[in-house]
C-alpha cells in the first residue's frame, strides 16, 4: 500500500501544466515642470470716486465710463510661461478678484471681473507672454483710498 501511494504521489507531483509569458515594455518620459511668472502687476491708475467702469484689454487699450485721474498709466497683468515645446498647456483664471481699501476702514471693496487673457493665441513654448485684463466697476461715491488684492493665474500642462 505504501508503494502505491508513493507512486501515486509522485505521479500527481510531477504533473504540469503549460505554462507562458510575455513582457512589457515600460517606460517613463520626464519632462520640465511648467511655470509661470507675474512680469507686470495689473493696475487700474487713479480713478475718480464718481462711479463708472475702468476696461483693461490684454493689450492695455483702456476704456469706459469712469474718470482718470493722475498721472499712473492703467496696465493689464502680464505673465510669461516657460514649458516643454511639445505639449500644451491651459491657464486658469480667478473669475473675480476683490480689490480691499488699504486706507480706510478696511471694509471697503471694488470688484474686477471679466478677466480675459490672449493665450489663446499660445499654448507651446517656453517663454511665451500673454496678458490678463479685466473690468473695474466704481461705485458712486466710492471710499476714496488705496485699494489692493490678489489675482492668483494658474497653468498647467495639458
Known amino acids: 500500500m505504501k508503494k502505491i501511494t508513493f507512486i501515486l504521489f509522485a505521479l ?21 515642470p511648467i511655470t509661470i511668472v507675474k512680469t507686470v502687476n495689473f493696475n487700474f491708475g487713479q480713478v ?30 502680464a505673465f510669461t510661461v516657460n514649458a516643454t515645446d511639445q505639449y500644451t498647456y491651459a491657464v486658469s483664471l480667478p473669475a473675480d478678484v476683490t480689490l480691499v481699501n488699504q486706507t480706510g476702514s478696511g471694509n471697503e471693496e471694488m470688484t474686477v471681473n471679466a478677466l480675459g487673457d490672449d ?6 513654448g ?14 458712486s461715491s466710492q471710499t476714496p483710498g ?9 497653468v498647467s500642462y495639458n
Do not use: H, R
Open 146 to 154: 488705496y485699494y489692493k488684492g490678489t489675482m492668483t493665474v494658474g
Open 119 to 124: 493665450s489663446s493665441l499660445k499654448g507651446t
Open 126 to 139: 517656453s517663454d511665451e507672454t500673454f496678458g490678463v485684463g479685466g473690468t473695474l466697476t466704481v461705485g
Open 48 to 77: 475718480s470716486n464718481a462711479g463708472g467702469t475702468v476696461i483693461i484689454a490684454t493689450d492695455n487699450t483702456v476704456t469706459g465710463t469712469a474718470t482718470k485721474v493722475g498721472t499712473i498709466t492703467p496696465t493689464a497683468a
Open 12 to 32: 500527481i507531483a510531477g504533473t504540469t501544466f503549460a505554462q507562458d509569458s510575455a513582457d512589457a515594455l515600460t517606460s517613463a518620459d520626464i519632462v520640465s
